[in-house]
Each structure stands twice: as structure tokens, then as C-alpha cells.
């Protein structure tokens, strides 16, 4: 009998578990370990925020992972053993065969204490809550969304807010009193989804009355004057909806495998470690170039479609039998 372990029990790791143990049958093991007690399915995070979803609609406990003949382990990993084929957690131990890793990405976090209820994580559930609550208070002019970068989880959720934040002020009739302005790195809306995206992105803009600075870069926000810098000028704001860069977990570093950049370099195929073929990965933690030179965004219609080529290939080696399955590069 042999074992396949993965880490994190999200977009990527959840249904590639399912589809794993259904290939392999009773025949092996197929183990997930995941620290947090309550998943969150982020993509309907703007949609709470704005009180179009409750808390129940979106999240699911841990527990629910150890099903469909899926061994659950609760735990957080802290460190992978190469050579030996071992995962750490603080109290357990577990050899693998094969392993995949879809640990996704967390945000670097909003270093502006002095800010406290106008800067909020958008990125986090902490953050949606926090402009749930913060909304129906609000008696501000100026809204800001400044994502800091592109490396951000779901590229487009800058705009999705933008989007609902516009709709909220219209339907209480308060949209005249507000501003809403975007600040990315982009040289235009959504410049990475292609021309055509593009441009129905910034038609949208247009059509609602949302501003958008392009070019912002990191560190361009001024506590104390609570003002933002883009070009030459320096625009306020009175509410912040905040998209730091995300990074991987640090067991990605401590355990060798990080990158340059500190992320996880698969093949863009096959969802494998080059310098490992007996480590695979989906999802937000891997870094994956498009052929023509465009990194992969953030999404997790992305981790979904990995996760069953990963584990399409690994179910194809723990039968002994040669792995076929290729990533189409597309999100669905
Ligand atoms: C506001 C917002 C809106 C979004 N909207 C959309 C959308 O509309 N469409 C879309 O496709 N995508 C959207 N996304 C992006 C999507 O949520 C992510 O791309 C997707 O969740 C990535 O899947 P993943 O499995 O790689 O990571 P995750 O889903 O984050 O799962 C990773 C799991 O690993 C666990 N983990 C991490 N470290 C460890 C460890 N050391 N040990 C054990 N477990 C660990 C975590 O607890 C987590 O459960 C949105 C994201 C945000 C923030």
C-alpha cells in the first residue's frame, strides 16, 4: 500500500483528495493536512462584504475533508524532508510516495496601525468582515482600492468591489456623495487578461463612474496625510481596501523548495517539481509562466483545473503506469 499526502485542503487540495482517493481506490492512502478549523471559499468574500451572502453560504468546516475514504490529518505543516519523503507538522510525522503541495498564498498584511477601521485586507475574511461592518457607518467622501501589486489572489477582485461598492451607494441613493477610485500596477484595467478584457473593463469604469490610476507602486500610501500617491499628484482617501502583495508559506522556504522568487517552479504540464518528480503542486503557491511570458493570475479556477492534472499523473505513478495528463493552461 502506498501513501500520497497533500498539503492544504483548498480550491487545489480539496478536490484533488477526492479525485485521488477515487482513482486509487482502497488500494493506498491518500492523506490531507490542513490547519485551518473553518474553510473559507474567498471568491464570495466581496459579495458578504456587501451583504449579499451570510456566513454559512461560504464556509465549511475542516472536519468535512475526512470523508469519501480521505484520511484527515489537523495540523499545520512546518517542514518537508526531501530525502527521507516525510511531512512535518508540530506533532505528527507521515512518510509519502508522492506529494502534493496546495498550500496557496496569504497577503504580506497591511502594516498601517495607525489606521485601524479605514484600512482594511481585502484579501482576508477579516477584511470583508470589517467593511460589512464598516459600510453602513461610513460618512466619507474618498474610497480607495490599491492593490500593491499583481501578484495579488483573484486580479480581478479589485474591480469586483469597485463593482458592488458602486451599486451599494447607488441603491441607498448616496453614490453622488462618494468617489470611488482604483489604484493598480496595471498600465490598464485588467492589461493581463488581454486587450479585449481590457478594454470592456475600463468601458465598465467608465460607464459607473469609477476612477482608475494606473502605474501605482508600492509604498505610495501616506498615513498621516491619508493620501495616496499616483504620477505626480497625491489623491486622499478616507476608507482603504488594501490588496498586498501575497507570498507562500514559509514551510515552502525552510524546506528548500522555494524558487526565486519564493514560490513553487512546477512544470506547466505535467503540475511537477522539475527536481523532484515525486512532489507535485496546484494552485496560488506555484509560479507558472504562459509561453508567452505572462504569469499565471491567482484564481481559483486555476487551482481546480491543476489540481486534477496533478492528481490524474499521481494517481498514473502510484498505478505504476506512465503519467498522461497535461494542464491546458486555461481557467476554465
Ligand atoms: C477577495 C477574493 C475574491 C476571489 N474571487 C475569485 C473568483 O471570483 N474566482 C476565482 O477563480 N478565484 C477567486 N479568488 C482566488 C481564489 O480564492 C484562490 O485563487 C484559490 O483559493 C487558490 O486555491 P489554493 O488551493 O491554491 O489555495 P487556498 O484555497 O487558499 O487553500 C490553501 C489551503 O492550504 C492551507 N494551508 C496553508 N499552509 C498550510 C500548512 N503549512 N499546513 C497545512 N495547511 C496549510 C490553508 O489553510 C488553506 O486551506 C478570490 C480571492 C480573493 C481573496
Redesign the pocket.
Given at each position: 500500500m502506498g501513501t500520497v499526502v497533500i498539503?492544504?485542503?483548498?480550491?487545489?487540495?480539496a478536490p484533488a483528495a477526492r479525485s485521488l482517493k477515487k482513482r486509487l481506490g482502497a488500494g493506498h492512502r491518500v492523506i490531507l493536512?490542513?490547519?485551518?478549523e473553518r474553510?473559507v471559499n474567498?471568491?464570495a468574500?466581496?459579495f458578504y462584504a456587501v451583504g449579499k451572502r451570510n456566513e454559512g453560504q461560504f464556509t465549511r468546516s475542516r472536519s468535512l475533508l475526512n470523508r469519501h475514504g480521505v484520511e484527515l490529518i489537523a495540523?499545520?505543516?512546518v517542514k518537508i524532508d526531501r530525502v527521507k519523503k516525510k511531512v512535518r507538522t508540530a506533532g505528527e510525522e507521515m512518510g509519502y510516495d508522492l506529494l502534493l503541495i496546495?498550500?496557496?498564498a496569504e497577503p504580506e498584511g497591511i502594516d498601517l496601525p495607525e489606521m485601524e477601521e479605514q484600512a482594511l485586507d481585502?484579501?482576508t475574511f477579516a477584511g470583508a468582515r470589517k467593511l460589512r461592518h464598516v459600510l453602513p457607518r461610513f460618512r466619507g467622501t474618498e474610497i480607495a482600492i490599491v492593490a500593491a501589486s499583481t501578484r495579488i489572489?483573484?486580479p480581478g477582485?479589485p474591480y469586483e468591489y469597485a463593482l458592488l461598492l458602486e451599486d451599494w451607494f447607488c441603491r441607498r441613493e448616496r453614490r453622488r456623495d462618494v468617489s470611488i477610485t482604483l489604484y493598480t500596477p496595471e498600465p490598464a484595467p485588467l492589461s493581463m487578461f488581454g486587450k479585449k478584457t481590457s478594454d470592456a473593463a475600463a468601458g465598465l469604469l467608465l460607464k459607473r463612474n469609477i476612477r482608475f490610476h494606473p502605474g501605482y507602486r508600492e509604498g505610495g500610501i501616506d498615513v498621516g496625510s491619508r493620501t495616496i500617491s499616483a504620477g505626480n499628484n497625491r489623491f486622499p482617501f478616507d476608507l482603504l481596501l488594501y490588496y498586498a502583495p501575497t507570498a507562500p508559506?514559509p514551510?515552502i522556504r525552510e524546506s528548500g523548495l522555494a524558487g526565486e522568487a519564493g514560490w513553487l517552479q512546477v512544470d506547466r504540464h505535467t503540475m511537477a517539481l522539475p527536481e523532484d518528480d515525486s512532489i507535485f503542486a496546484?494552485?496560488?503557491?506555484t509560479e507558472i509562466r504562459t509561453p508567452s511570458g505572462e504569469l499565471l493570475p491567482?484564481?481559483?479556477?486555476v487551482?481546480h483545473l491543476q489540481s486534477f492534472t496533478a492528481a490524474a499523473n499521481m494517481a498514473a505513478l502510484m498505478k505504476g503506469e506512465q503519467p498522461d495528463s497535461a494542464y491546458s493552461g486555461f481557467a476554465g
Open positions: 498539503i492544504g485542503g483548498g480550491s487545489a487540495g493536512v490542513e490547519k485551518d474553510l474567498r471568491a468574500l466581496p495540523g499545520e505543516v496546495a498550500a496557496g481585502m484579501q489572489k483573484c477582485s508559506p514551510f496546484a494552485g496560488d503557491i491567482k484564481l481559483g479556477a487551482a
